[in-house]
């Protein structure tokens, strides 16, 4: 494989079939700061058209870094209402907090620097290194990760290790636009070279891929082991009103509004109510109807004709439903 020819053949691609996103505009160095950061964040585990109009909302009232680091966090979580994965946005906040305190409300631009900052992992880093300041990055999210697999034909355990396929990158190789190279990579990840059916018809890279070749696009994933965990859920109920707590007890959904609830021991033949998937976790939840007896700290009542006025997690917006069915 010829490793330089790859950007001419992926950027030519890109520029005729890219989507045009709000954050690719033509934008000053300051706000492509601003938009990279706050795009990547949304970014980190929801799909790019979920992300457009929360993106656009969010800029449109929270312009750049000053304004984000002085922003009221009970609003902001509004902002980020649906997206879920809630402590994406109490991050983004903090580091906001910190580029306005230290670093004079910009971007550091070494990658060192970017992660030691809340909510900014290696992904994230490289992401930002490549998109907001044009450095040759190649940040590995899924679509770039199965175009490395496809155009390798990677199969075995050990090839699809994350530290092998980022000793692979390599084969990617680099260009001066390494601001529209990563995004082209991940463009064509997502629309040609696509998980179940890639479109090989339309793709750029037949010529050089393994996979194409040999007509095997099969993908072979890492297996995140999934943790079965059970909860009992407690519903007290006053008219149409609803009793949450503000959950300092869980690892997940921190801080938000949840149904008071505790973890139990697993049981076989347990007859759940409801089935709800939190990262790895298979949230197995028995819901019972309780009389309130003693006051229940951080509690509100929550008027159940009145939803939209809360901000409130999918999770807990998907029991109000079930109660609404049963
Ligand atoms: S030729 Fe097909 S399998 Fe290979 S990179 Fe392109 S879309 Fe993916």
Partial sequence: MTKSILPKKILYWYD???????????LSQVKREYYTLVSEFMLQQTQVVTVVPYFNNFVKDIP?????????????????EGLGYYSRVRNLKKTAQILEKDFKGRLPSTIEELKLLPGIGEYTANAIMAIGFNKPFIPLDGNIERVI??????KLISEISKE????????????IRASDYAQALMELG?????????????????????SFKNDDFEIIKERKKKIDKFYLLNIYKKNDKFLLI??????????????PMDEIPKYNNIKKDLNFKISNINMNIIVQFTKINESIPNSYWVDSTKLDSYTLPTFTKKIFSYLEKN
């Fill in 164 to 175: 092998n396929l980022i000793s692979k990158k390599k084969i990617l190789g680099t260009s």
């Fill in 64 to 80: 750049n870094i000053s304004s984000l680091a002085k922003f009221n966090e009970h609003k902001l979580l509004k902002y980020w």
């Fill in 246 to 259: 503000k959950n300092i007890k869980f690892s997940f959904l921190k801080n938000l509004k949840i149904f």
């Fill in 16 to 26: 005729n079939n890219k989507r045009s996103l709000p954050w690719r505009k033509k």
């Fill in 190 to 210: 997502a629309l040609i070279c696509r998980p179940k059916t890639p479109l090989c018809s339309q793709c750029p890279l037949t010529k050089n891929c393994k």
């Fill in 149 to 154: 697999k496809r155009l390798l034909n990677l």
